[in-house]
């Protein structure tokens, strides 16, 4: 089975501080995203990355960057967390090959700015 | 820009019946469209892809028809039981040539005994 695991399920930080978040896939895929999701607007790419060391902005990537230095993870860097950056971060991988495509996810984290 | 709607409106129907979800997209035609089941704090979990020259797919209670003319996706629980109460949500590709998606905000299904 494929899975996909985040470093934390929750997390509280502080207006201000960098705040890192890992995705960590262990199916050799080639894509990973990240995602927001916030009630009523639903799942937002923030960042894909479809190689290592590459990567390509999504919807809502101000204020964010990210990292994928090796294959298996994918890091979420807020530079500055701000309270309008609280909500639940989805991490997921796929492959480019195969017919499906799907997305596999993590359980998420779900961050709090205060 | 593309847009994905689905009925923010919670779905409730009773157990054994069949539920019926859309999915609309304007402004763009996608090669394919994935549906995925997503339950309270959890993240989504993939159930079905159709593409644009199939009219339907099916899977064991699941099934997906995808009708290019009218930019629209309908998904079909069949006999549905309580275990199927969660939120689904749409995903068409993005592009032609691009594995991303565009994830709708979802429909909650409660199905009730």
């Known amino acids: 089975d494929v899975k996909v695991t985040q470093s934390s399920r929750y997390l509280v930080k502080r207006t201000g501080e960098k705040v890192f978040l890992e995705c960590v896939q262990d199916?050799?895929?080639?894509?990973m995203f990240w995602y927001r999701q916030d009630p009523g607007l639903g799942l937002r790419l923030i960042y894909f990355?479809?190689?290592?060391?590459?990567?390509e902005k999504g919807d809502i990537p101000e204020g964010y960057s990210v990292s994928r230095e090796k294959k298996e993870r994918f890091s979420l860097i807020l530079e500055s967390a701000s309270t309008n950056q609280t909500s639940m971060y989805l991490c997921?991988?796929?492959?480019?090959?195969?017919?499906?495509?799907?997305?596999?996810f993590g359980p998420g984290t779900r961050l709090t700015v205060t | 820009s593309q847009k994905i709607e689905q009925n923010s409106e919670a779905l409730n129907i009773q157990e054994g019946k069949t539920a019926t979800l859309t999915c609309n997209y304007t402004?763009?035609?996608?090669?394919?469209l994935q549906w995925y089941r997503q339950d309270p704090g959890r993240g989504p979990v993939f159930l079905l892809l159709?593409?644009?020259?199939?009219k339907e797919k099916r899977k064991e209670r699941l099934k997906v028809t995808f009708d290019t003319t009218l930019k629209q996706s309908l998904f079909h629980i069949t006999a549905s039981q309580p275990a199927d109460s969660a939120t689904y949500l749409c995903?068409?590709?993005?592009?032609?040539?691009?594995?991303?998606?565009?994830f709708g905000t979802g429909t909650r299904l409660q199905v009730f005994p």
């Open positions: 997921a991988s796929s492959t480019t090959s195969g017919g499906a495509r799907e997305q596999y």
């Open positions: 199916m050799d895929h080639e894509n």
């Open positions: 990355s479809y190689d290592v060391k590459m990567k």
């Open positions: 402004n763009y035609s996608p090669a394919y």
């Open positions: 159709i593409r644009e020259n199939e």
């Open positions: 995903a068409p590709v993005a592009s032609y040539n691009t594995d991303k998606l565009i």
